[in-house]
């Protein structure tokens, strides 16, 4: 199955989570990435790696991945490519953060069982 994230997403911070982006899903639902780990910081050309567990509420049933992401950023330090791994998803897109931590646009697929 592919699920696609698409546009802005609403930042906030928990206990659990040093970042927490909410996301629609094309077709119905939320993805919520909870970030527990960051290895670098958002800025022109760099590679930045975030552990995180993404859970894609779907209409019907609650789906969950450990996952270690990694962001590539442009020259312009906001554009990035995004590739996603961890077991039972891979996957990723292109996404918009201006500034660090705020998610303006995504276009981002994800494959799942």
């Known amino acids: 199955m592919l699920i696609q994230v ?13 970042l927490r982006l909410a996301a ?3 077709g119905g ?5 909870c970030i527990t780990g960051v290895h670098g910081a958002p800025r022109p050309n760099a590679v930045v790696r975030v552990h995180a567990t993404i859970a894609f509420h779907l209409p019907h049933r609650v789906l969950r991945y450990r996952v270690l992401i990694v ?18 998803i891979s996957g990723g897109g292109t996404f918009v953060e201006n500034p660090p931590g705020t998610v303006r646009a995504s276009d981002l697929i994800y494959g799942v069982p």
């Open 6 to 18: 698409e546009g802005p997403a609403r930042s906030t911070e928990t206990a659990a989570c040093f």
């Open 24 to 26: 629609h899903i094309a």
């Open 29 to 33: 639902g939320t993805a919520v990435t």
């Open 71 to 88: 962001d590539r950023f442009a020259a312009d330090g906001k554009h990035a490519t995004q590739r996603v791994s961890g077991k039972g």
